[in-house]
């Protein structure tokens, strides 16, 4: 992972911690720390979901063979398949989660500090800017009805448009990213949908 990869992803964990504008006073030890917490818990239950739903699923299976209704037992089947999909995708994104730790041993690097620290004060400073930005290529749709994680991961990617001048097809690479190990299903459709919409946009180039 490449510095600049690193510091968006810690500044996507930061700003899911700030509550106010207080970037001079913060702890990134401390916000990080918190923020790999809420994301354990957030795949813990996830995965109790799963195997609760695992467990159903099996039950209806072994309650269809006792049965001739056919129509029951694909219905089983199916509802089996989904829950065993459904639990990979969630083992690959908490074996993806493994790397975090290996961010708080990197926060103390003074660059990967700073670009961190620098993201998120553009995002604080001018979100009012940004949020109005990314509404008028939402089509029907306002930042604020998305969830935090999906909002940030697109106000990180304004700032990388605008204000480092990073190349579209890498600002939409790293946000595609972010999104894979951050978001849902849903979340990563929608993101997809207003990068796509950014590139298309003659908006970008007014502000450049």
């Known amino acids: 992972m490449q510095l600049k990869s690193i510091s968006r992803e810690l500044a996507l964990l930061l700003l899911g911690q700030i509550k106010k504008k207080d970037i001079n006073k913060l702890n990134i030890e401390s916000l990080l720390s918190k923020a790999i917490e809420s994301l354990t818990q957030h795949w813990r239950e996830q995965l109790d979901s799963c195997a609760s739903q695992l467990e ?59 670009l961190a620290l620098r993201r998120v004060d553009l995002v604080i400073e001018k979100q009012d800017e940004i949020d109005h930005k990314l509404d008028s290529v939402m089509e029907g749709w306002r930042l604020k009805r998305l969830p935090r994680i999906d909002s940030d991961i697109l106000r990180l990617a304004w700032v990388d448009l605008i204000d480092f001048n990073t190349p579209m097809a890498v600002t939409c690479n790293e946000a595609v990213n972010l999104a894979n190990r951050y978001s849902d299903e849903q979340g990563r459709r929608m993101i997809n949908g207003v990068l796509r919409k950014l590139q298309n946009s003659a908006l970008i180039l007014n502000l450049k």
């Open 56 to 114: 159903k699923a099996n039950q209806e299976l072994l309650d269809s063979e006792f049965q001739v209704d056919a129509g029951l037992l694909i219905k089983s089947q199916n509802h089996l398949k989904t829950c065993l999909i459904d639990s990979e995708n969630i083992l690959n994104c908490l074996s993806e989660s493994i790397e975090l730790p290996r961010l708080l041993a990197l926060v103390d690097q003074k660059e990967i500090r700073e």
